[in-house]
């Protein structure tokens, strides 16, 4: 149920929270990729969740997007170099 998130994807990329520059394994290969982080917050300006996408060898890629119960579970996407923060 996570393509509900997808329209998500430009906003992500236009306006980040963060963005991390880290490696990861695509096809057995290591590769180096940077990470788009988005939170975004519901009507009652609680978080409503996240979306990360992955840029890949030129290559949009969408890692995960729901919402979480605490973002605890984003903090498993942020590794590598932080290049941008809001």
Known sequence: DREVYLKLLADTIKDPVEIW????????????????????????????????????????????????RNLANLDKQREGTLLYTK
């Open 21 to 68: 520059l880290t490696r990861v394994e695509v096809g057995g290969k290591q590769r180096i990729c940077k990470r788009y982080v988005g939170l975004y917050q519901d009507e009652k300006q609680k978080i409503g969740g996240f979306v990360v996408f992955d840029l890949i060898d030129g290559e949009w890629q969408g890692t995960t997007a729901f919402r979480p």
